[in-house]
């Protein structure tokens, strides 16, 4: 078997098991707003808060635009050439009634996951600029990600692949930038 095909069986096992799954309301309700924070409310709060707060803030905030631009270039380029179809396409998880946004054609694809890509784009640009932020950070962009998978609209692949990717972006950028 193959690294790609035992790959996307180890995905497809996970999915299932997943829609059997009941998770606890306080699961859910966690699940979905962390979701829908990594749908860009989160970010639009984080450069407010990096705008008021001073010159290094300032700087942190066009780091993190700079990385959060990447990381979607990239985002667009990835998918438009995958084009892996998700999971809540073949089968929707029955305790969640969630849709992936459709504001862009590459939306409809799954592979790399945006919202885990760019959580860990801006994370690590934060966490790399703020050490003393940096577990709330991992707690918010690892919860963005596991949104995706838990919700069914990434393959766990697509958010491991999004989160190293926006990882790799991010420490780029900062060791640019900031260092």
Not at 6 to 15: H, M
Not at 60 to 72: D, I, K, M, P, R
């Amino acid at each position: 078997m193959s690294v790609l095909a035992y790959v996307l069986a180890s995905d497809d096992r996970l999915s299932g098991r997943l829609l059997e799954w009941r998770p606890p309301r306080w699961v859910r309700y966690w699940m979905l707003t962390a979701t829908r924070l990594g749908d860009g409310s989160l970010w639009l709060l984080v450069a407010a808060l990096l705008a008021a707060s001073g010159n290094r803030g300032l700087q942190v905030l066009a780091a993190a635009a700079v990385s959060a631009g990447l990381a979607n270039a990239l985002l667009v380029l990835v998918k438009g050439r995958v084009r892996r179809p998700r999971p809540c396409h073949r089968a929707q998880p029955r305790h969640f009634d969630v849709d992936p946004l459709a504001w862009f054609p590459s939306d409809r694809f799954s592979f790399p996951s945006g919202h885990a890509l760019n959580s860990f784009a801006i994370g690590s640009v934060l966490l790399l600029s703020f050490p003393p932020a940096t577990l709330p950070v991992l707690l918010i962009a690892g919860s963005v990600a596991a949104s995706r998978v838990v919700l069914g609209l990434h393959w766990l692949s697509d958010v491991l692949a999004g989160a190293l990717a926006g990882a790799a972006i991010g420490s780029l950028v900062w060791l640019t930038f900031l260092r």
